[in-house]
Nanobody, 121 residues
Framework: QVQLQESGPGLVKPSQTLSLTCTVS??????????WTWIRQPPGKGLEWVGY???????AYRLSLKSRTSISSDTSKNQFTLQLSSVTPEDSAVYYC?????????????WGQGTQVTGSS
């Protein structure tokens, strides 16, 4: 059973970089079975796909966030990390890490519990 757990600061000042880590257990992020994904939900809005990293290291990002987003992995720790630069209050959201089977990018079999991030001074 794959389990995911987000970690990172809950408060990020505007213009700074948000950095969240997802620790994966019960499965290796180096396998090509899953898209290791970040999703967020702003207050009062629906879920937004942010991007993913595959076991191959390939990445894909939401078009509107692409210039500010980077997803990387640390295979020695079985973790993947989201960095979102130039944060504004509009980036405030609950951020989730999730895993979707390769070829089924929109269907998430596993989710972390989510972590609230607020962009505010």
């Amino acid at each position: 059973q794959v389990q995911l757990q987000e970690s990172g600061p809950g408060l990020v000042k505007p213009s700074q970089t948000l950095s969240l880590t997802c620790t994966v257990s019960g499965g290796s992020i180096t396998t090509n079975n899953y898209y290791w994904t970040w999703i967020r939900q702003p207050p009062g809005k629906g879920l937004e796909w942010v991007g993913y990293i595959a076991g191959s290291g390939n990445t894909a990002y939401r078009l509107s966030l692409k210039s500010r987003t980077s997803i990387s992995s640390d295979t020695s720790k079985n973790q993947f990390t989201l960095q979102l630069s130039s944060v504004t209050p509009e980036d405030s959201a609950v951020y989730y890490c999730a895993a979707a089977p390769v070829g089924m990018a929109g269907q998430f079999n596993y989710w972390g519990q989510g972590t609230q991030v607020t962009g505010s001074s």
